[in-house]
Structures are given as structure tokens and as C-alpha cells.
């Protein structure tokens, strides 16, 4: 008896040995990718949206696989593509509003961005695009869906093994700011969207979500759209109280996600992306590009949605050869740019939590 005991004892210490050994080499597999967020990340959310603020028609989606418009805002796949299949999940992430899907091809995850939206409530409301907090509630009953159809397991391992991304501040920065300038400053309105990415990582946290990465802004002053509305204005081709605006959203936000990594269980980063994107901008051949200061769209300067269409004159051969694909966006190779050099840094530490 006295030997089965210990025997017993052995075997429970041994395993939970294995286990907390297990646990700290632990390498997790990533079961999805779930994302929110604006234009950069969206991939046909807007579709069926009553907004002027969409995409899915040529020459949009000229580089795609199959040369298909998707509703993505550039020539092909945009950052959720690019991340998804850099975790191995799929070459592509579906949009959550695509009426065509199927519960299963949920499973790798999916994205709930909506291009032309903010943190400020007042961003979608102006464009008519789904707002990040509106995108809460769809990923809710997405929850719901994956406990209905594939049960309670299922989706907690997708709360507690999914990459969360969400990429938001540009629209926000660039152009609700306009609309906020009475009641804000360019510092304040900065502080106040930090706030709400943290505000945002908060309910996406309590919704049980466990890995989560928020991107800085963008140096969205040095888009073509900006060069051509402010061009007497620049400093080296860029809008420079507005790049100050995203530099100030970023300062604040960084040290607000550390301690918020801190303070909640799971892994919460920050995802510095203006750095890169800025450094291309002002040094494209660097990188292998040609055209930094103009899309590959239209002329490039005042072409986005819907100004930029099959009518357009003069949609480049070689988006390839530009960092931006419409005055706002930039091309699936830039976005490749700047995935690689970026997200292999960042990706490896979630891995691990
Ligand atoms: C875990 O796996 C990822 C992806 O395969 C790899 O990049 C990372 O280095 C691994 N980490 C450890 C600690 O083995
Ligand atoms: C397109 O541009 C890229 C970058 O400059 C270059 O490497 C590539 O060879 C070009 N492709 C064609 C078909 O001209």
C-alpha cells in the first residue's frame, strides 16, 4: 500500500514536471489570426457597406492571385494575407463580412477591418464604415459561431492561441482630426486615440483574447494624398505637423501597452511600423523601389476608391516598382517589405506565451 502511494506520488511529480517543463518550452501553435482595424487591414469588409469608401473594382486587385478584386485597398494582398500566411494559417484571410463563408473557413481566423474607420467613434460615422468598437461586437458573435459549430473547446483555443492585430489611427490622424480641431489640439486628439487603442485592448482582453499586438500610426503625412494637398507645406516631402501627430499617438501608446503587459495575463505588444515605413519612404531604392512620392494608380496624387477606377489614365505596368499603389495605400510589395523586416521580431516573442 505504502509503495503504491509513493508510486503515486512519483508519478503525479513526475508529471507535473513534464508538464511545467513542457509549459515553459512551450511553443505554441498559433491556431488563427484575428484582426481589426482600417483600410491596411481589410480585405472586402466594406463590400456591401453603403459607403463610397470601397475598392472591388479594377484595376484594385490587378496583382492579386487571379487578378480578382477582392475590396482590398491595393494592387494585391494587404498585411492580414501576408501575416496569416507568415504564420502558416492560409495565403489569404477571409473579410468576416463575406456573405459567401462557411463556418469552416472561419477556422484560420478572419478579418473584421473595415477601410476608412478609426479609434474615434466619429471616423466611421463620417465614411459610413463599420467602427473598431462595432468590429468588437461582430468578434463576439464570431465566438459565438465557433462554440456552435465546432464547441466550447474550439473557441477557447482560439481566444488563448490566436494572434490578435489591430491597425488602426490613420484616418483618424489624417482626417477626422479636421472635423475634432475644436475641441482638441494636435497633442490631445493623439493622447485621446491612444487612450482609446488602450481602451480597445482592454475589451478585446476581457473578451478573453490573450496575445495581442496594436501597430503605431503611420508616417501618414508623407502619403502621396498629403504631398499633393499640402505640397508647399512639406519638409522633406512630408506633412510634418501630421507625422509629429502620429509620433505623439505612438510615444504615448508604447508605454501604455508595456504596462498593460504587465498588468494582464497574456503577451500585449506594442508593433513599431512608422520607423520602416518612413525610412522607405525617404530611401525607396534602398529597398528596391523606384517611386515613393506617387501612387501607381491613376497619376497617383488624388486617387484612392473610387478616383481611382479602370477610367483612370495611367495605372503603372509595375506596381512592384512603387512603394504606394493609390495616394493612400501602399502596394502589396511594400507591404511585403515591411512584414518581413518587422513582424519575424515581434512574431517570435507570442510564440513562447
Ligand atoms: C517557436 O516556433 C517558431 C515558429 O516555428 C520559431 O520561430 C521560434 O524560434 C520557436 N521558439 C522556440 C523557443 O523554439
Ligand atoms: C518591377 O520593378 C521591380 C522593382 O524595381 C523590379 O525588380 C522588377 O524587375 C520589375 N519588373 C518588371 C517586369 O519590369
Known amino acids: 500500500m505504502k509503495y503504491q502511494m509513493l508510486w503515486l506520488a512519483l508519478v503525479l511529480t513526475i508529471a507535473a514536471e513534464a508538464n511545467a517543463a513542457a509549459k515553459q518550452g ?25 459607403t463610397l469608401l470601397k ?19 491595393s494592387d494585391g494582398r494587404v498585411p492580414s494575407d501576408l501575416i496569416a500566411e507568415k504564420l502558416g494559417l492560409a495565403k489569404t484571410l477571409p473579410a468576416y463580412m463575406n456573405p459567401n463563408l462557411k463556418p469552416e473557413d472561419l477556422l484560420n481566423g478572419v478579418t473584421f477591418a473595415s477601410g476608412g474607420t ?24 464570431y ?3 465557433m ?24 484616418n483618424d490622424l489624417a ?12 497633442t490631445s486628439y493623439a493622447n485621446f486615440l491612444a487612450d482609446s487603442a488602450v481602451k480597445f485592448v482592454r475589451e478585446l482582453h476581457k473578451l478573453g483574447a490573450r496575445k495581442i499586438g496594436v501597430f503605431s500610426a503611420v508616417p501618414v503625412g508623407c502619403v502621396p494624398l498629403q504631398t499633393t494637398v499640402y505640397g508647399g507645406l512639406l519638409t522633406r516631402g512630408c506633412n510634418q505637423p501630421l507625422n509629429n501627430m502620429a509620433k505623439q499617438f505612438n510615444s504615448r501608446l508604447s508605454p501604455a501597452l508595456d504596462s ?27 529597398y528596391g523601389f523606384e517611386v515613393a512620392d506617387r501612387g501607381c494608380c491613376g497619376k497617383g496624387t488624388l486617387a484612392m476608391s473610387y478616383l481611382c477606377n ?18 493612400y495605400h501602399p502596394t502589396e510589395r511594400a507591404y511585403q517589405v515591411i512584414v518581413d523586416n518587422l513582424l519575424d521580431k515581434y512574431l517570435s516573442k507570442v510564440y513562447d506565451v
Open 147 to 170: 462554440k456552435k459549430h465546432f464547441g466550447e473547446e474550439k473557441a477557447k483555443d482560439i481566444l488563448e492561441n490566436s494572434i490578435f492585430l489591430v491597425v488602426s489611427s490613420s
Open 260 to 286: 498593460l503587459d504587465k498588468e494582464l495575463d497574456g503577451v500585449i505588444l506594442y508593433i513599431d511600423v512608422y520607423d520602416t515605413l518612413y525610412d522607405m519612404i525617404q530611401h525607396p531604392k534602398k
Open 55 to 73: 475598392c472591388n473594382f479594377p484595376p484594385y486587385g490587378k496583382d492579386f492571385p487571379g487578378g480578382s478584386t477582392t475590396g482590398r485597398f
Open 175 to 186: 482626417h477626422t482630426y479636421l472635423a475634432r480641431a475644436h475641441r482638441y489640439d494636435r
Open 310 to 327: 479602370s477610367l483612370t489614365p495611367f495605372t503603372c505596368s509595375n506596381s512592384s516598382a512603387y512603394i504606394f499603389w493609390d495616394s
Open 26 to 50: 512551450k511553443n505554441t501553435t498559433i491556431t488563427a489570426l484575428i484582426v481589426f482595424g482600417d483600410s491596411i487591414m481589410d480585405t472586402g469588409n466594406n463590400n456591401n457597406l453603403p
Open 118 to 141: 478609426g479609434y474615434d467613434p466619429l471616423t466611421a460615422q463620417i465614411m459610413s464604415v463599420i467602427s473598431v468598437w462595432d468590429q468588437l461586437t461582430y468578434f463576439k458573435e
Open 143 to 145: 465566438i459565438s459561431k
